[in-house]
């Protein structure tokens, strides 16, 4: 199961100040660097997230993902159409794959996924989106649909309004601009965290 705080990072200096909070899902998430940049990362934060009992998601860098020796790749929609599933089941890596609407839920749900997400449940800053926000019934919706595999809501969410997303159903709720976008990041990280534990499966 998933652990119901997912934070997202897009460096991994992020994970040395954070992880000593008790961090147990972070998902590494670089657009648009280099493929040695991009090693150089997934490497640092592989070796930061061993030592703190972490489990570690790359997002889209599958190859690099499987050369470094990771074991959990996340995947939107257009990167899967591209991905090689087989390679990555070979490797023994699990799978996290992007939805936004019932297409795309199909689309995921035929490779078998180790957790399918949905987003964005709320309004979103982060990056433009060509979907409308999907709200709370939607997560009830995708979680009754999905059944034992494990939902991740995203999008738009706050500390506020991650008990919502967990109390309709999903496993677990992925930020980024919450915490990291935070004046106190620490803070606001371990307040996820203590906010988060009674969703524990």
């Excluded at 998601?57 to 257009?78: K, M, P, R, S, T």
């Excluded at 979907?131 to 939902?151: F, H, I, M, N």
């Excluded at 990291?180 to 499966?201: I, S």
Aim: hydrophobic letters at 45%; aromatic letters at 6%.
């Amino acid at each position: 199961m998933l652990d119901p705080f997912y934070l997202i990072v897009d460096r991994a200096s992020w994970l040395e100040r954070l992880l000593p909070l008790g961090l147990r899902l972070v998902q590494l998430r670089i657009k648009d660097q280099p493929d040695d940049v991009v090693g150089r990362e997934i490497r640092l934060a592989k070796q930061l997230c061993a030592a703190h009992g972490c489990d570690l998601v790359i997002n889209d860098y599958w190859q690099i993902a499987i050369d470094e020796g990771c074991d959990f790749i996340h995947l939107g929609q257009e990167d899967l159409a591209d991905a090689d599933v087989g390679a990555i089941r070979a490797a023994g890596c699990r799978l996290g794959v992007s939805t936004h609407d019932h297409r795309e839920l199909d689309v995921a749900l035929s490779v078998k996924p180790d957790y399918v997400a949905l987003g964005p449940v709320y309004p979103t800053t982060l990056k433009q989106m060509n979907w409308q926000p999907q709200g709370v019934g939607r997560v009830s919706e995708w979680k009754a649909a999905l059944g034992d595999t494990p939902l991740v809501a995203i999008g738009g969410l706050t500390l506020e309004r991650a008990p919502g997303v967990l109390e309709a159903g999903a496993d677990s709720a992925a930020v980024v601009t919450d915490v990291l976008g935070h004046a106190d990041p620490e803070a606001r990280a371990t307040a996820w965290l203590a906010a988060t534990r009674r969703f524990l499966r």
